[in-house]
Nanobody, 126 residues
């Protein structure tokens, strides 16, 4: 079964940068191409929110709070997605989760595979 494994979290001072990575792992037969890969974040006691998402072909969307500070990218050959975060603020402190989705067309009901990583903690100190 394919799993998502995040890395790159840590503690950084306000204004600093971090690069998060997420790679799909599992048996060779379980590794598939995902249509959408994304990063979400969650602060304890608050709902999970979308940080950035990217689809096959490279089109990307960002949460309003990103304001040009983050950049998402994907490497389909490595089954990976990355989040480059710059100008980090204390309010960016959260657990960051990797998400991936694949949908097969022509099925009713839709055939969808979704996976979440376990998260990587980002702490921004003031």
């Amino acid at each position: 079964q394919v799993q998502l494994v995040e890395s790159g979290g840590g503690t950084v001072q306000s204004g600093g940068s971090l690069r998060l990575s997420c790679a799909a792992s599992g048996s060779p037969s379980s590794i598939i191409d995902f249509d959408k890969m994304a990063w979400y974040r969650q602060v304890q006691g608050h709902p999970r929110e979308m940080v950035a998402e990217i689809v096959t072909g490279g089109a990307a969307n960002y949460g309003d709070f990103v304001k040009g500070r983050f950049a998402i990218s994907r490497d389909d050959a490595r089954k990976s997605v990355y989040l480059q975060m710059s100008d980090l603020k204390p309010e960016d402190t959260a657990m960051y989760y990797c998400y991936a989705k694949r949908e097969w067309s022509g099925y009713v009901p839709p055939r969808i595979l979704e996976r979440w990583g376990r998260g990587t903690l980002v702490t921004v100190s003031s």
